[in-house]
């Protein structure tokens, strides 16, 4: 591999990060701004895992050795710097998992289905703004000048300090009140209040419905569709259907036995007209 490209794994990801942190340094309530400074903290983080198993083996930043034009994919970087035959490197579950949805947030954001609030976006760049610094640090021998410079790093350290201030106020306001609280389907924090139907972190709302079996609470996004099990009839463009007596969603715990009895309803109804048949048959003879 030629010098050049070296040199452009390590120093595109640094200024990746640079721009990423002025973004983040902006410090409003503007989406936009924690966009491209999500965008631009989870290219830097790639090309430092590309850097560190650069410095394994040039070979390792491909994804086969019979491909030399396709660099690896996030995923296979993270389990080749975990692996211990080549990066031999410590990454929790919790991070990887972390890192993962990191990736994913950023394919959504280049996409039309983004609706994360900023304060879901903020949290996350807050965890892998964290991540890179140890990074940095720890597997790619730098100093913190060399990445970002000491007004920038105490000003977003204070953003990520008071996110957690923020979080942390939002757990004590749960403590002092005997509430169901769920985990948030958007921030992943445990400050979801089901009476509220609302996170009192990210405040994010949610609907909360009876599942019509058990009657237990759901988030009505985690209802099942189960009307592919009912019996469906198109007679001159008439739809009808047999239900037998359920409703068309259920919650997860419930999907398995409500598709029994939909079988063994099924089922007996089956035995039912052949016996009938079978009477009919029998009389006319
Ligand atoms: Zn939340
Ligand atoms: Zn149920």
Redesign the pocket.
Known sequence: MSKTHRLDLLNNSISYFKEAVSYAQQDTAETNQWKFAILHVVQAMELAFKERLRRVHPVFIYESVDKPDKTVSLRAAITRLRNPMIGNLTISDADKTKIEKAFDLRSELTHFEFNHSHE?IELKFAEIFSFMIFFYRSQLDLQTADFIDEGQHNSVIQLVKTRQELLERAKEHIAGRDEIIWI?P??S?N??IVSEQQ?C????KEEIVDCPTCGTENFEHDLIDISDAFDWAVDEGRVSVQNFGMEEVCCPDCVAETRGKIEDIRRSQYDEDMAMEEYYYRKGK
Do not use: A, G, N
């Open positions: 879901h948030c958007e921030c924090e400050t979801f996170c972190f990210c405040h994010r």
